[in-house]
């Protein structure tokens, strides 16, 4: 018998592998009936560097976030329940942490990141979420 997921997590940077992701996760979510999460995390090692880790923010992240979360919601169709949360920090971890706070069944993401240094570093986020997570990971490619 297939698990029926209850808490299906979706993290998005703005990529369009978080988006197809997205799109998955309805699905999934519609066919388990579960709750699904929207995540995006302001990344501010890679744009503040260590040093200066979750000491400054800028208005210019809030609205990169807050536009990301704004085309999801132009993804999921209209009947679909959702729910997004924004955090703060070092994406991986943050992904990691709130699946293990919210009891999270599953999560579904992207292969890659945004940028290209995330292309480079070939999913250097998806990997560590995928061997830290606390429940079972679908990676959607394309």
Same mark, same amino acid.
């Given at each position: 018998?297939?698990? /029926?997921?209850?808490? !299906? #997590?979706?993290?998005?940077?703005?990529?369009? /592998? $978080?988006?197809?992701?997205?799109?998955?996760?309805?699905?999934?979510?519609?066919?388990?009936?579960?709750? #699904?999460?929207?995540? @995006?995390? &302001?990344?501010? =090692?890679?744009?503040?560097?260590? $040093?200066?880790? %979750?000491?400054?923010? @800028?208005?210019? #992240?809030? +609205?990169?976030?807050?536009? !990301?979360?704004? &085309?999801?919601?132009?993804?999921?169709?209209?009947?679909? +329940?959702? &729910?997004? /949360? !924004?955090?703060?920090?070092?994406? +991986?971890?943050?992904?990691?942490?709130?699946? +293990?706070?919210?009891?999270?069944?599953?999560?579904?993401?992207?292969?890659? %990141?945004?940028?290209?240094?995330?292309? #480079?570093?070939?999913?250097?986020? @998806?990997?560590?979420? =995928?061997?830290?997570?606390?429940? %079972?990971?679908?990676? =959607? /490619?394309?």
């Amino acid at each position: 018998m297939a698990k /029926q997921y209850k808490k !299906i #997590l979706v993290p998005v940077d703005g990529s369009d /592998q $978080a988006y197809n992701a997205v799109r998955e996760g309805v699905m999934l979510a519609q066919w388990s009936e579960a709750e #699904l999460i929207v995540l @995006t995390v &302001k990344d501010l =090692v890679r744009y503040y560097g260590i $040093a200066n880790y %979750g000491i400054v923010e @800028t208005p210019g #992240l809030d +609205k990169l976030a807050n536009d !990301i979360l704004l &085309k999801v919601g132009s993804i999921i169709p209209a009947e679909s +329940k959702f &729910k997004t /949360q !924004i955090l703060s920090g070092s994406p +991986k971890r943050e992904i990691v942490q709130y699946a +293990k706070e919210n009891d999270i069944d599953l999560i579904v993401m992207g292969a890659t %990141g945004a940028g290209a240094f995330d292309r #480079l570093l070939a999913g250097s986020t @998806t990997n560590y979420v =995928v061997n830290h997570a606390p429940c %079972g990971v679908t990676i =959607v /490619q394309g």
